[in-house]
C-alpha cells in the first residue's frame, strides 16, 4: 500500500501568515496533488505536480503556491494566510500510468 | 461551474437494503470515473472505478452502472452493512489523472 504522510497534522494559523504544509511519500510515484476539503465542497485540486522542480496550477490555486523541491516531497505554502483558508488539506500521489490516488492522512488548519 | 453533481447529498438505508448513490458529468472527455470512500476523520480511499468502454463494474456488493449518453453514474451497495456508513465521492478525470471530485454522498446504514 503506497505510504503518503503530511506535516504538521493539525495547525493554528494567524490571519497574514504564512504557513507551510509538507508532503512526503515513498513509493516513487511521480505524480502528487494537493486538494482541500471543505463541508459541501467534496474535494478541489489546488495544485499538483509530474515531476520535481515543476508544478502545476490545478482547479483553485489562488491564495497558494506548490514546491516540489523532490519526487518525494511536495509542499503547499500560504503566504498570507485568510480565513477563508481554513479547511482541511490532503496531499496525494499517483504512479505514471495507473489511475490510483493514494492519499496521505491530512492536515487541519484553521486560521484565526 | 460543478462539473461532477452527485445526489442524493446524504441517505439512510436498513441494514440488508441496497443504496443507490447517483452522479452525473458535463465534460464528455472524462474518461475515468473512480468512486472514493471516506470515513469520518480519515482519509479518502478508492473504493471502485469505471472506465467508459464498461457500462457496468462489479466489486462484490459495489456495482457501477455507466451511462455515457446520459453523463450519468450510479453506485449500487446491495446488501448495505452498519460499517458501509460513510461519505462516497464520485470523481471524474481524464486519463486518471486530476480527479475533479463531486460533492459527495453521506451514507448511514442503520442496523
Known amino acids: 500500500e503506497a505510504a503518503v504522510t503530511q506535516s504538521p497534522r493539525s495547525k493554528v494559523a494567524v490571519t497574514g501568515g504564512k504557513v507551510t504544509l509538507s508532503c512526503h511519500q515513498t513509493?516513487?510515484?511521480?505524480?502528487m496533488y494537493w486538494y482541500r476539503q471543505d463541508t459541501g465542497h467534496g474535494l478541489r485540486l489546488i495544485h499538483y505536480?509530474?515531476?520535481?522542480?515543476?508544478?502545476e496550477k490545478g482547479d483553485i490555486p489562488d491564495g497558494y503556491k506548490a514546491s516540489r523541491p523532490s519526487q518525494e516531497n511536495f509542499s503547499l505554502i500560504l503566504e498570507l494566510a485568510s480565513l477563508s483558508q481554513t479547511a482541511v488539506y490532503f496531499c496525494a500521489s499517483s504512479d505514471r500510468g495507473k489511475d490510483t490516488q493514494y492519499f496521505g492522512p491530512g492536515t487541519r488548519l484553521l486560521v484565526l | 461551474q460543478q462539473q461532477v453533481r452527485q445526489s442524493p447529498q446524504s441517505l439512510t438505508v436498513w441494514e440488508g437494503e441496497t443504496a443507490i448513490l447517483n452522479c452525473s458529468y458535463e465534460?464528455?472527455?472524462?474518461?475515468?470515473f473512480p468512486w472514493y470512500w471516506q470515513f469520518p476523520r480519515e482519509s479518502p480511499a478508492l473504493l471502485i472505478a469505471?472506465?467508459?468502454?464498461?457500462n457496468k463494474k462489479e466489486d462484490g456488493r459495489f456495482t457501477i452502472f455507466f451511462n455515457k449518453r446520459e453523463k450519468k453514474l450510479s453506485l449500487h451497495i446491495t446488501d448495505s452493512q452498519p460499517g458501509d456508513s460513510a461519505t462516497y465521492f464520485c470523481?471524474?478525470?481524464?486519463?486518471?489523472?486530476?480527479?475533479?471530485f463531486g460533492t459527495g454522498t453521506s451514507l448511514l446504514v442503520d442496523p
Open positions: 513509493n516513487n510515484h511521480d505524480y
Open positions: 505536480s509530474y515531476v520535481a522542480d515543476s508544478t
Open positions: 465534460d464528455s472527455t472524462f474518461d475515468y
Open positions: 469505471i472506465r467508459p468502454v464498461s
Open positions: 470523481a471524474a478525470s481524464v486519463m486518471g489523472y486530476k480527479l475533479t
